[in-house]
């Protein structure tokens, strides 16, 4: 299995750990980091969640293979249980992230209560360029976060961007040197320990309320368009392309 899980000092940590893949994300993955949060919420030694990589990569994003051959059919998929399961999980959720954070790495931080992201970190949504639609009611939170006209730059042209412009856009609290990342991000999942969890919890679905409905209706919207564009003529130049390891073609659409 290429998540692994533990739970240490009040802390469920959840480690994206296929660095031979770039932590590419199967649907397999997906299912098992749904079940991970799942487990976290109904344990109650569990306090708060860390959600890392592997030292220099996040998670490139989707593993294309797998989704070329088990498509994305339905909201019940397992990618859309990981992203229900994160947008409802009650407890903090504290991410560390070093180098790249591609697609479902930069989106799911949004639905994160704390970001910490490494000096060398590089994230991305580029969904368009392999014929796709943003995922995770990113559509809907990054405008939210930095504006129309930058969320342009990150979604409709892909644009990368640095740990610095996540803490600036709103995504991250701060960045950190890549060797410090993981153990700050830790020390600051344990400070739950010391906190009232009833508080915590309902303070935290106080702050989501007014945002949650709409995050969950654009997560279907989006998931519709998503699998529909899996389909597409695009998708699948798109895709053949990232195989043959040649630069696609889009001229002719």
């Not at 992201?117 to 014929?131: N, Y």
């Not at 007014?210 to 279907?220: C, W």
């Amino acid at each position: 299995m290429s998540i692994k899980t533990a739970t240490l000092n009040g802390v469920a940590t959840i480690e994206i750990a296929r660095p031979e893949k770039k932590n590419a994300i199967t649907l397999a993955m997906y299912q098992a980091m749904a079940d991970a949060i799942t487990a976290a919420v109904a344990d109650p030694a569990v306090r708060a969640l860390l959600i890392v990589g592997q030292p220099g990569i996040f998670t490139s994003g989707n593993d294309i293979e797998d989704f070329m051959r088990q498509p994305v059919d339905g909201l019940e998929s397992p990618a859309f249980l990981f992203m229900k399961a994160l947008l409802a999980c009650e407890k903090p959720v504290v991410a560390a992230v070093t180098g790249a954070a591609i697609g479902i790495g930069t989106t799911m931080l949004l639905h994160c209560d704390f970001v910490y992201v490494s000096d060398e970190a590089r994230l991305a949504m580029p969904f368009t360029s392999l014929g796709l639609v943003p995922e995770f009611g990113s559509s809907l939170v990054v405008p939210q976060l930095m504006g129309n006209v930058r969320a342009a730059e990150k979604i409709l042209l892909g644009d990368p961007f640095s740990g610095a412009e996540a803490v600036e856009c709103g995504i991250a609290n701060a960045v950190l040197p890549a060797g410090e990342v993981a153990l700050y991000a830790r020390r600051v999942a344990e400070r739950f320990n010391a906190l009232p969890p009833g508080a915590v919890q309902e303070s935290k679905r106080l702050l989501r309320r007014a945002r949650a409905p709409a995050v969950l209706q654009a997560i279907g919207i989006e998931g519709e368009a998503f699998a529909r564009r899996l389909r597409s003529p695009e998708a699948h130049e798109a895709f053949s392309a990232f195989f043959q390891k040649r630069k696609p073609d889009f001229s002719k659409f």
